[in-house]
């Protein structure tokens, strides 16, 4: 996703000059192409993340369209009164994008960590979350951003991520994908995570359970539609996250359970459950000790349909 995103920049700053690729000494190698065609629109701030959303949020407010990466815990914690007070407040047309989300960054633990990001940023108005689940969605996430007049947070994790869209694929605002037909039970997942969600679901089918999955990589604003549909037709949902339980996805869907009035249904949030991540190692052996493997997936599926 990471790649994916880079390209797009490029794609669209060959287009557009008002397009700027800003990064706080995070992955300057990567960006080598774009400095060398475009060097009047790359800017490297150094290791000031807070420095940089602010002059983002004074180059958006001359007419430029910048876009501000580094890692995604640094950029949504370590700037947010910047974030809050220069882009929001301000409703400045900045696109905020954070690397390494979720737990990508295992082995460096929590202070790289992302998992706190979304509650973060969605209590924050005029913000819009973007988590794409592929590259290609990542490209088109990205160049969607380009097009709104509005602050984005766009939440990447790493690289070579599997695929699971077409060369159709067009990336649509508070809309979420149903990558998954089923009547038994409803996955809702954003980002990498969604690649898991879907083996469950091929293993589920396998002993007779339909489960729907979706894939939701506009986070805010949500697509309420397509939740109160699933939670109708299927009784059961399950959110999963690579982010903490409290203020994520899973607390968004909920909001919209409360609100569309869905009744009695069985909803079950899968996130990092209200602590800092637990370990050090890989990232598939972090997702295993936070309760987020494939098994445990499947376990709780299981648990619920049987009920």
Do not use: W
């Not at 390209?7 to 800003?22: P, T």
């Not at 690579?242 to 909803?267: N, P, T």
Request: proline share 4%.
């Amino acid at each position: 996703m990471r790649n994916a995103y880079i390209k797009a920049v490029y794609d669209m700053a060959r287009e557009n000059s008002n397009i700027l690729a800003l990064v706080a000494d995070n992955g300057a190698i990567i960006f080598d192409d774009f400095r060398r065609d475009f060097p009047e629109q790359f800017i490297n701030f150094g290791i000031s993340e807070a420095n940089m959303v602010s002059a983002a949020a004074g180059l958006a407010n001359c007419g430029k369209i910048p876009f501000a990466y580094t890692i995604a815990g640094f950029i949504t914690m370590r700037a947010f009164e910047q974030v809050r007070n220069d882009v929001c407040l301000q409703r400045q047309n900045v696109k905020l994008v954070g690397v390494g989300a979720g737990m990508r960054y295992s082995s460096l633990g929590p202070t790289h960590h992302a998992t706190e990001d979304i509650a973060i940023m969605r209590v924050l108005p005029s913000m819009n979350i973007f988590a794409p689940a592929s590259p290609r969605e990542a490209y088109a996430a990205t160049c969607y951003a380009a097009q709104i007049n509005e602050p984005v947070y766009i939440r990447l994790e790493a690289t070579q991520e599997p695929e699971i869209y077409g060369e159709d694929y067009e990336f649509q605002l508070g809309k979420g994908v149903v990558l998954n037909e089923g009547g038994d039970i409803t996955f809702i997942a954003a980002g990498s995570i969604i690649h898991d969600v879907l083996g469950v679901a091929g293993k589920l089918k396998e002993k007779g359970i339909q489960a729907r999955v979706i894939n939701m990589p506009s986070i805010k604003p949500i697509d309420k539609d397509i939740i109160e549909k699933a939670a109708r037709e299927t009784g059961k949902i399950v959110s999963i996250e690579e982010h903490s339980i409290i203020g994520g996805l899973g607390s968004a869907i909920a909001e919209v359970l409360l609100e569309r009035r869905c009744g009695d249904i069985i909803f079950k949030g899968m996130g990092v459950q209200d602590c800092f991540c637990k370990g050090y190692g890989s990232h598939a052996y972090l997702k295993a000790r936070n309760g987020l493997a494939p098994e445990q997936i499947m376990e709780n599926a299981l648990r619920i349909c049987r009920n």
